[in-house]
Each structure stands twice: as C-alpha cells, then as structure tokens.
C-alpha cells in the first residue's frame, strides 16, 4: 500500500458543487501539505498543517479550507467549485524531526470542474 | 526572496546519449536543493538532494547534480538516457532560514527520450 494515499484519484464535477479530496498517510509524519500543480505553473502551495491543532495557508488558499482530523488525514474541501480550480492536486508529508525538508508525495488527485 | 529558474521546459534526447536539465536559484540563505521526477499519472519521487554536505550528489536511477554556489546552480545530469527516464522534473529549494520556510518549485522540465 501507498504511504501517502489521496482519494478519490479522478473526480469530474460541476460549477458551484462542493467537492472534499482526501488523504491519508501511514508514514506517522507531523507535517502534511496541499498543492496544486498545472502546466507549466509547477506547485504551487495550498494549505499545510503542522499537526492537528496547526493550519496554515499557502501561496493560494482563496476558494480552499482543509480539516486536519487527525495526525494522519489531512482533507482539502472546495466549498463552491469553479472551472479554474480544475487542476491535479496533491498531498504531502514531511517528517520535522528528519530535517532535510523533504516530501513523500501522494499520487494525485486530478480534478475537472465544467 | 526564493525562486527557482528550471531554464528548459522541454529537453529531448535520443536513448543512450547524456542528459543535461538546467536549474538556476536564488536564496537568502543557504539553501537545501532537490530533484523531484513525475511519471504520467504519478505523484512526485525524489531523485536526490543536497544539503550542505559534498557538493556533488548522486541520487537514483544513474542520476547526479552538482550544487555551484558561485553559478547558483543545481544541473541534473546522466550520462546516457534510458527510455524510462522521460518524464517531467522538478528543481526545487528549500532556504535554510529561520522558522519554517516552504518549498519552492520550479516550474518542471518535460524530458523526451526518443528511441
């Protein structure tokens, strides 16, 4: 099994819906992330947490909230979707105590919204 | 303020021949450096990472890069490519400042390997 696992992995939605991408990781890391990649934009940050009680936004959170529910799932929810949040979105984890700042990445979660 | 320049968007090589994928940065303070690989329909892997220890680093799959303080650059490099190289990279940089200090991406460079 995947140590960082996003579900659901393709999602098709319309304008206006509310749409929550989940994540969960067995890797018992603190730090969990949200980012959104598009072509040619690379990834860009979204939310993170630092542990349960710990949220912080990124670079763009607008139209964004997460719910950090436990050390291990970390949710990112848009409340009222719109075509420019069609995007592949992923979650990630680092380990505070390791230091080196690096991430262990989902598989991503790709979302259209017409 | 941080960034990352990942020179080429597209670099295509024929199967057998060396690859080069070009990073520049820019860095308050010292920084951690990493190479990120994305297969299709994958989520990111590291490759490798330098962080202040020896200034050339090997990663995985025959890969290195080599951190030049006095060019700001962090090149990826292999000497002969394989078909299961292409895919899309990433450079990115971490300033090693005070606090939490976030990731910067840069913007991936697409690698084509022809047979």
């Known amino acids: 099994d995947a140590d960082v696992t996003q579900t659901p992995r393709n999602r098709i939605t319309k304008t206006g819906k509310r749409i929550m991408l989940e994540c969960s990781q067995t890797?018992?890391?603190?730090?969990m992330y949200w980012y959104r990649q598009d072509p040619g934009l690379g990834l860009r940050l979204i939310y993170y947490?630092?542990?349960?009680?710990?949220?912080n936004k990124g670079e763009i959170s607008d139209g964004y909230s997460v719910s950090r529910q436990a050390q291990a799932k970390f949710s990112l929810s848009l409340e009222s979707a719109i075509p420019n949040q069609t995007a592949l979105y992923f979650c990630a984890t680092s380990d505070l105590a390791a230091g080196s700042g690096e991430l262990f990445f989902g598989e991503g979660s790709r979302l259209t919204v017409l | 303020a941080q960034s990352v320049t990942q020179l080429d968007s597209h670099v295509s090589v024929s199967e057998g021949t060396p690859v080069l994928l070009r990073c520049n940065y820019s860095?308050?303070?010292?920084?951690?450096l990493f190479w990120y690989v994305q297969h299709p329909n994958k989520g990111l892997q590291l490759l490798l990472k330098?962080?202040?220890?020896?200034?050339l680093v090997k990663g995985i799959n025959g890969f290195e890069a080599e951190f030049k303080k006095s060019e700001t650059s962090f090149h990826l490099t292999k000497p002969s490519a394989h078909m299961s190289d292409a895919a899309e990279y990433f450079c990115?940089?971490?300033?090693?400042?005070?606090?939490?200090?976030?990731?910067?991406f840069g913007t991936g460079t697409r690698l084509l390997v022809s047979p």
């Open positions: 990115v940089v971490i300033p090693l400042g005070p606090g939490f200090q976030k990731l910067v």
């Open positions: 890797k018992g890391h603190d730090r």
């Open positions: 947490s630092f542990d349960v009680k710990d949220i």
């Open positions: 330098y962080t202040s220890a020896a200034t």
């Open positions: 860095s308050s303070y010292s920084p951690s």
